[in-house]
């Protein structure tokens, strides 16, 4: 059994409902891939990158699964396609977004899957929810904690 992290957003209504909506019903499918071990609350934040389009409303959680990494990312993108997602504009809106950001303390860089997520100490609105969850977690490349990623975040600004 591997632990894993993983990011979600939403700032599209669906069928599911509203942003939160969307998450929860994410939430839901990712515990049919293991047991869901944490959940952060949901933050509402503005775009990043592509900034002409609703604010997103983004969280994380803590996946205990039997799936390695390879085969969790291809559940995770499989659970997007299912909920609707269409990748039409780069960063652009979504109905649902689901990064993952580590397993274990494993490091991948392929061509399918790059651990831990490249961007995850770059961006507040992935940390802020992941130090509610795994506050103590070390990146496996910076040897950094989640807590003081984000610290440095504060210190030095950034998305």
């Known amino acids: 059994m591997g632990l894993a992290a993983v990011a979600l957003g939403s700032n599209l209504s669906s069928k599911f409902g509203d942003r939160a909506g969307n998450l929860q019903e994410a939430i839901r499918r990712l515990g049919q891939l293991g047991a869901v071990e944490a959940v952060s609350s949901f933050h509402d934040t503005e775009p990043v990158g592509y900034t002409d389009q609703p604010r ?20 995770l ?15 652009g809106p979504r109905v649902i977004d689901l990064d993952l ?45 989640a807590s003081e990623m984000l610290r440095r975040l504060a ?5």
Request: charged share 25%; no cysteine.
């Open 56 to 75: 997103f409303l983004n969280g994380a959680l803590v996946l205990k699964t039997a799936l390695n990494p390879r085969e969790l990312m291809r559940a």
């Open 77 to 91: 993108l499989s659970i997007e396609r299912e909920m609707g997602r269409e990748r039409v504009i780069a960063k």
């Open 101 to 145: 950001l580590f397993y274990d303390g494993q490091v991948a860089n392929t061509a399918e899957l790059t651990l831990p997520h490249p961007e995850m100490q770059n961006r507040r609105f992935v940390l802020e929810p992941l130090v509610e969850i795994a506050p103590d977690w070390i990146h496996p490349v910076l040897g950094t904690s």
């Open 155 to 159: 210190r030095f600004g950034s998305s």
